[in-house]
């Protein structure tokens, strides 16, 4: 071999040995740091009250701390419930299951949820998630699957509440929105400086029944008339047979005394300071009230008005709330790697159909808010219309951890939805039942499913009673027209749909059957879970029972 291959043939075998050593030194490149998510909820926050989603209520009584979500995320205008309930709303998107599997299918007395079962927090424990939860749970007093819990108890109280944490029950004096706000940016400050991500659960009481604003807010609309909603005197015309059969009207229903504060006895709960501001607003009133005494139209007017100035001021305590944590995460240098994400456990009635409180497949009740903030992922100021439901939440936040998604659960991830695709196999219908009747608020038993077009609903137990509505011609959904001749195919690929949504979640005629049975059972052992029915004294007799055996658990 010559001299210049001899050289040609060393620097080539130099090269080779410089390239196995560079492949084999390996370079060690961190993982990406998974986002923290920050889940707030509130209780019974109609979508109607949030100025992001627009409507009458958007100029006088704005939420723009809950629009910042909005502004900087993605707002949701088709977030579907499965069942519009406090308490199942909650093990649903605990779970990612419907009632009917996750078990806790009502609010009756004595339903608990079993807390055994899997659940989206305990995965993300096992995937090195710091999980918690502040506020209201109202499925029990000792949840598993958190690092830490701080709770109310049941429904909790507005002013100076109780709460839970592993060493026990505390009372804490204040009004509980702020609280529980405080007590989650006292929670996020441990995490500031941990290389660990978090799932934190804030869980507002507010807004729900008996709407009692706090000491920052009482008054703040009493100089409003708030627009009436065009169906605030529905006369339930139009084959709605289930809705005529209600017990849930602004008129009829709702207390001048314990939901309105029309009374001169003290407001429970409260200590002097707090009930000396009280008396400072609702005295004035009470007493115009007497001058006043407005009866048939005008009284359900003037308590339409009491109403909406006291919830949409508990609505505005929470929207300090959000805009405060919101604050201290940006302060902080947490808002980069965080998700937030704001919702309510279902939607509610703002007067729609004479009607608080929710229960019902119809629009106000079966839509809930949600907005959600990423930034670096979610484009800013993006509107999403298919049909999403709190189903999915579980599996969303598990899928956003790179977390694996248990087999059980029933939802769909919305990842591809947050990065702006939708994937092929998205759901075009939604299925929904709802179970707690006999009850307070006389709704029927129903089940049914929904399109982007349509909507068909199944009432049963004590009736039988089919409704059907054009949600595009009809969006206030005043018209059933089941069995009308010209939707006769329409309502034949929605029964169709249903069965097959039916099948699909494993939901039956024989579930139903075994929830009624069970009812009557635990109506034999405790007639207190049909108050309504009882005589004052008898109740409080039964109550005072009940807490005395739940004292002895």
Not at 434 to 449: A, D, K, L, T, W
Not at 529 to 547: F, G, H, S, V
């Given at each position: 071999m010559n001299t210049q291959k001899l050289i040609h043939t060393t620097l080539i075998g130099l090269v080779f040995i410089t390239l196995i050593g560079c492949k084999t030194e390996k370079t060690e490149v961190p993982p990406p740091q998974r986002p923290n998510i920050?889940?707030?909820?509130?209780?019974?926050?109609?979508?109607?009250?949030?100025?992001?989603?627009?409507?009458?209520?958007?100029?006088?009584?704005?939420?723009?701390?809950?629009?910042?979500?909005?502004?900087?995320?993605?707002r949701f205008n088709n977030c579907l419930v499965t069942n519009s309930i406090c308490g199942p709303s909650?093990?649903?998107?605990?779970?990612g299951k419907y009632s009917h599997l996750n078990g806790f299918i009502d609010n009756t007395i004595g339903s608990e949820f079993d807390f055994s079962q899997q659940t989206f927090t305990k995965v993300l424990q096992k995937s090195g998630y710091q999980t918690a939860i502040i506020g209201k749970l109202h499925l029990g007093n000792t949840p598993t699957g958190f690092d830490y819990f701080d709770i109310?108890?049941?429904?909790?109280?507005?002013?100076?509440?109780?709460?839970?944490?592993?060493e026990g029950r505390y009372k804490l004096e204040g009004y509980a929105t702020e609280i529980i706000t405080d007590k989650t940016i006292e929670w996020l400050k441990g995490r500031k400086d941990s290389d660990q991500p978090f799932m934190v659960m804030m869980q507002h009481k507010a807004p729900h029944r008996a709407w009692e604003p706090g000491p920052n807010e009482l008054g703040m609309y009493e100089d409003v008339t708030f627009p009436e909603p065009e169906t605030l005197f529905d006369d339930y015309s139009g084959n709605r047979d289930a809705a005529e059969l209600n017990n849930m009207t602004i008129s009829k229903t709702m207390y001048m005394d314990r939901d309105l504060k029309m009374s001169d006895e003290p407001r429970r709960g409260l200590n002097e300071q707090q009930l000396s501001l009280w008396d400072s607003v609702y005295k004035p009133v009470l007493d115009e009230f007497k001058k006043t005494n407005p009866t048939g139209e005008?009284?359900?007017?003037?308590?339409?008005?009491?109403?909406?100035?006291?919830?949409?001021?508990?609505?505005?305590?929470?929207?300090?709330?959000?805009?405060?944590?919101?604050?201290?995460?940006?302060?902080?240098?947490?808002?980069?790697?965080?998700?937030?994400?704001?919702?309510?456990?279902?939607?509610?009635?703002?007067?729609?159909?004479?009607?608080?409180?929710?229960?019902?497949?119809?629009?106000?009740?079966?839509?809930?808010?949600?907005?959600?903030?990423?930034?670096?992922?979610?484009?800013?100021?993006?509107?999403?219309?298919?049909?999403?439901?709190?189903?999915?939440?579980?599996e969303t936040f598990l899928d956003i951890a790179g977390a694996e998604i248990p087999a059980e659960m029933q939802g769909k991830s919305m990842l591809p939805i947050l990065k702006?695709?939708?994937?092929?196999?998205?759901?075009?219908?939604?299925?929904?039942?709802?179970?707690?009747?006999?009850?307070?608020?006389?709704?029927?038993?129903?089940?049914?499913?929904?399109t982007d077009k349509y909507k068909l609903i199944h009432f049963y137990y004590d009736i039988d009673h089919w409704e059907l509505f054009d949600l595009e011609k009809d969006p206030e959904e005043m018209q059933n027209v089941y069995g009308e001749p010209t939707y006769a195919e329409i309502q034949e690929q929605l029964h169709k749909q249903l069965e097959e949504l039916r099948a699909e979640y494993k939901d039956n005629d024989s579930l139903n059957?075994?929830?009624?049975?069970?009812?009557?059972?635990?109506?034999?052992?405790?007639?207190?879970?049909?108050?309504?029915?009882?005589?004052?004294?008898?109740?409080?007799?039964?109550?005072?029972?009940?807490?005395?055996?739940?004292?002895e658990k």
């Open positions: 920050l889940f707030i909820m509130s209780d019974d926050h109609a979508y109607q009250a949030i100025s992001a989603y627009g409507g009458e209520l958007a100029e006088v009584a704005p939420t723009p701390n809950i629009d910042r979500l909005a502004d900087q995320g993605m909650r093990a649903t998107i605990l779970t109310l108890p049941d429904q909790g109280d507005y002013y100076n509440p109780t709460f839970i944490n592993q005008e009284l359900v007017r003037f308590k339409y008005q009491r109403y909406m100035k006291d919830y949409l001021s508990c609505v505005s305590a929470v929207d300090k709330s959000v805009g405060k944590v919101l604050d201290y995460l940006k302060e902080n240098g947490l808002d980069k790697n965080t998700i937030v994400v704001y919702t309510s456990d279902q939607g509610f009635y703002l007067g729609e159909h004479g009607w608080f409180d929710k229960r019902w497949m119809y629009r106000e009740s079966l839509r809930t808010p949600l907005l959600i903030s990423w930034p670096g992922v979610i484009k800013a100021k993006t509107v999403n219309n298919e049909l999403v439901s709190n189903l999915d939440f579980g702006g695709e939708k994937p092929n196999d998205w759901r075009e219908a939604h299925y929904y039942h709802y179970y707690e009747h006999p009850s307070e608020h006389n709704v029927m038993r129903h089940y049914g499913i929904t059957q075994q929830f009624i049975d069970e009812y009557n059972e635990k109506v034999k052992a405790n007639p207190l879970i049909e108050y309504w029915k009882l005589a004052p004294d008898e109740m409080q007799r039964l109550y005072r029972e009940y807490m005395q055996k739940q004292g």
